[in-house]
């Protein structure tokens, strides 16, 4: 296919290769991001539990609701902490547009862009416990409900552009903070609204805040590094290829991969992706493509022509090979074409012929 090899003057990789500052780097931006969604979970559930009475008996109507407030605050730090871990990543390179400006992001724009209006969102909904005496209450309840498409864009965005969402483990994250919030919603509907409450909050309710402000720094502080050490080991237990057989067995399954590599004088692309399960995949002028194992060499998938290349999307079907015979592999890529380089981010996914 000539107009891909004439449209690829460089691959960079993207997320699985460097060096180990850009690997913690990467895995701490996925972490954050994560983190940010539990907490935005929580801030959600707090606040239908302050909007119904739930956990009054327990710890008094400041208590709750300013347990809320400062979920909200944690919620708008570990996303600030998100997008500064995505600026400081080599493997995807984003800039300041990118990360602040909705829709025009490379990668996934749709789904990116909605993570970026959910943390406008996040922002609003915590300055409005600030903003309460000038907008009045009625104003100020009908802003805080944004809240919920805060929790909402937030699943859509680590749904559909998130590295780690193929996972077991994360769709059942995904699926538990869905499930706490629809049994907080229907229990808000079937109990009704409680009084208005007490504004300024009294003074147990800014006890409230301030200890659950600090226990939340706290926390974040030690499961930071465990969030990243649980993202490696997952990310190396599920892509370390033993042998041939394993492949055999398992297939490919990898998201957020990358390659990089450059074009011999026949026109040939020669791609790598390094890491837990080194690949090299080999693209030639009239657009077929081998991928090899790197340790063994052996082929493990080839195709007889790219079903796309173009719009910012790379779609390649592939036929397993040797130990992957019988297995047919998808790679899905989206790449950014900036000067004589172009930033990919793919995932692979194989399954059986039959």
């Not at 929580?42 to 302050?50: K, Q």
């Not at 990118?98 to 025009?104: E, G, N, Q, R, T």
């Amino acid at each position: 296919m000539p107009a891909l090899s004439a449209g690829l003057p460089a691959v960079l990789l993207v997320a699985g290769a460097g060096s180990s500052l850009d690997h913690a780097v990467w895995f701490a931006a996925r972490s954050t991001g994560l983190a940010a969604y539990a907490l935005a979970t929580a801030s959600v559930v707090f606040g239908v539990a302050t909007a119904t009475r739930a956990g009054d008996r327990v710890a008094g109507r400041g208590v709750i609701t300013d347990v809320h407030r400062a979920l909200s605050l944690l919620t708008v730090l570990v996303i600030a902490g998100h997008v500064m871990f995505l600026a400081l990543d080599t493997f995807t390179s984003f800039g300041p547009l990118d990360l602040l400006v909705p829709f025009v992001n490379w990668y996934r724009p749709i789904w990116t862009g909605l993570g970026i209006f959910a943390a406008y969102l996040a922002f609003v909904v915590f300055a409005s416990f600030y903003l309460r005496s000038l907008l009045g209450y009625r104003a100020w309840r009908t802003l805080h409900y944004t809240s919920f498409a805060v929790f909402a864009l937030a699943t859509l965005h680590g749904l559909f552009s998130g590295s780690d969402s193929g996972e077991v483990w994360a769709k059942a994250f995904y699926a538990s903070s869905l499930g706490l919030v629809a049994v907080a919603i229907a229990y808000r509907l079937l109990r009704g609204t409680s009084p208005r409450p007490e504004w300024p909050l009294p003074v147990e309710g800014r006890i409230g805040f301030r200890l659950t402000s600090a226990l939340g720094v706290a926390v974040l502080a030690v499961m930071a590094p465990v969030g990243v050490l649980m993202l490696v080991h997952t990310s190396s237990a599920s892509t370390t290829a033993d042998t041939s057989a394993s492949l055999a067995d398992g297939g490919l399954q990898m998201d957020g991969v990358g390659f990089a590599g450059s074009q011999d004088s026949s026109g040939t692309w020669h791609l790598s992706a390094s890491g837990p399960r080194p690949l090299n995949l080999d693209i030639t002028q009239d657009g077929t493509a081998t991928l090899r194992d790197t340790t063994t060499g052996e082929v493990l998938y080839k195709t007889g022509v790219i079903q796309a290349a173009s719009a910012g999307s790379l779609r390649i079907a592939m036929e397993g090979q040797g130990s992957e015979s019988g297995r047919s592999l998808q790679f899905d890529g989206t790449y950014r074409r900036q000067g004589s380089e172009l930033q990919v981010v793919a995932n692979l996914s194989s399954v059986g012929s039959g």
